[in-house]
């Protein structure tokens, strides 16, 4: 690896597009035919809709209630939140592959035989606090209608929706859902608070494992 690798740019220069590159999406679940599919908020998608009192899927019709959704939403986030206190372990070693969650006395040096890579954490404080921001902007009015949100399909995806959804049909879709968009932001909130806190105070404690 050359040096240039290592230089990351200033976290406030980030766009949210590179900022939000690994996240991942929410999954839905239909609550009436048990269809599966990736929420990515109010944009084109080939398996629900927003309309002007919710969110509603494509296969059956059903639209969901609020606390259908919300409950949805809330699963997903605690799902990655767990994910981060399994804390997994692995070696960076493209080689070795070791994957634990035993710590090494010596901090971040792999208990492989013979092995010099260095122990990550898999979901690091990081991730998670990215994947929170990331589930924010779903609900952000003012990103959703600069049209910001990371789109849900690449392109040439056989999932990804012919079109695009127009400038005017966003705006009107998100006046119309401000209710329900604020009650879920609030719900991220929740969550991003504590992160925030967990985020600045583990990042100087445990610096070594992180990076
Ligand atoms: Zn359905
Ligand atoms: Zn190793
Ligand atoms: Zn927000």
Known sequence: ANGIDNLQPLETTISDVERFKDTAFVILNCP????E???GGIVASNY???CFNGIQCKKCEHIFSTIQFTSQLERCIRSHISLYYAGWLH???RTC???TRQISVFGKRCLMDGCTGVMRYRYTDKQLYNQLLYFDSLFDCKKIKNRELKPLYQFG???APKEPLNELTVNALTEQNRELFQINHDVVQKYLNDCGRRYVHMGSIFEFMTM
Do not use: Q
């Open 37 to 39: 599919f990736p929420f």
């Open 97 to 99: 592959g070791n994957v």
């Open 91 to 93: 070696c960076d070693d």
């Open 157 to 159: 995806d056989i999932h």
């Open 48 to 50: 629900y809709t927003v």
């Open 32 to 35: 009436s035919c048990d269809n």
